[in-house]
């Protein structure tokens, strides 16, 4: 996977982004990122500068994360994920864990996470009328704007939802979608006992606020951040913000 190194400094975090996303997905954080930290922010298989991986299954995924991982490893690394980003993390994990490998974690910190298949998601990931939904909806001007419309409440005014589609394949999405549908529930990550952090923003989606209390229940250990004015969009709504909950609290810099 290509990899960008934002930062040289000791304190490692790595960004994975979501569906719709590649590396710059964490650019917002740059300003406000202390020397101490170095983000790794890669292109997800078959996403922004990486080659598709293997086979279009999670299994492959999240075995090309691991191995990142691997080579990120440190007392001082943290996971950031932002949306499905942390999912496949969170995949990956079980897969280091399942080898007899497993990660030692500063903190993972999930944003917008969500623990169940919306319906919707359903739409898109159909094999006979996904495709033609999702260039409704994503793939033309007319689409993006309807849908930043209606979804107004979730997003601060100057935020585009659908940023990210114009600029990707639909056959990439739709196959991080498929990919995504494998996975069983969040019970699949009961097992992951390092300190986790899960964020989202104050105007973020129902299912959203549904799903962060059902992480909390499956893990004790787990926080709850709420971003006052933030939508579904925290790491450019809010990335002051996000950053001084990754960080606990340190103040961001000036540019």
């Known amino acids: 996977m290509y990899v960008e190194r934002y930062g040289q400094g000791p304190q490692r975090v790595l960004g994975l982004h979501g569906w719709s996303g590649d590396h710059r997905t964490f650019a917002p954080l740059l300003r406000c990122l202390p020397p101490e ?6 292109d997800l298989p078959g996403c922004g500068r990486s080659p598709a991986p ?9 075995d090309e994360i691991a191995e990142l991982m691997e080579e990120l490893a440190g007392p001082a690394l943290t996971l950031l994920g932002n949306c ?25 910190v999930l ?12 739409v898109f990931a159909s094999e006979t009328i996904g495709r ?14 309807l849908v930043n419309a209606s979804l107004s409440r979730q997003r601060k005014r100057d935020t585009d939802l659908t940023e990210g589609f ?6 990439v999405t739709l196959a991080y979608l498929r990919i995504l549908r494998e996975i069983p529930g969040p019970e699949a990550f009961s097992g992951i006992q390092a300190p986790i952090t899960i964020v989202h923003g104050a105007k973020t989606f129902a299912s959203v606020r549904k799903s962060a209390a059902v992480y909390q229940r499956l893990w004790p250990q787990a926080e709850i951040e709420e971003l006052t004015g933030a ?9 002051e913000a996000v950053v001084q909950v990754l960080l606990r609290r340190q103040e961001c810099r000036s540019v």
Do not use: M
Not at 91 to 100: D, E
Not at 231 to 239: I, K
């Open 37 to 42: 930290v170095s983000l790794f922010a890669p």
């Open 166 to 171: 114009d600029s990707i394949p639909a056959r």
């Open 132 to 145: 033609y939904a999702y260039a409704c909806s994503f793939q033309n001007p007319i689409g993006r704007w």
């Open 84 to 108: 499905s980003g942390g999912l496949l993390g969170l995949s990956a994990i079980k897969r280091l864990q399942q080898s007899g490998r497993p990660p030692d974690w500063a903190r993972i």
């Open 231 to 239: 939508g579904h969009l925290p790491l450019t709504e809010t990335p």
């Open 111 to 122: 944003i917008d996470p969500l623990a169940y298949w919306p319906w919707y998601f359903s």
């Open 54 to 62: 293997k086979e279009w299954r999670l299994a492959a995924v999240a």
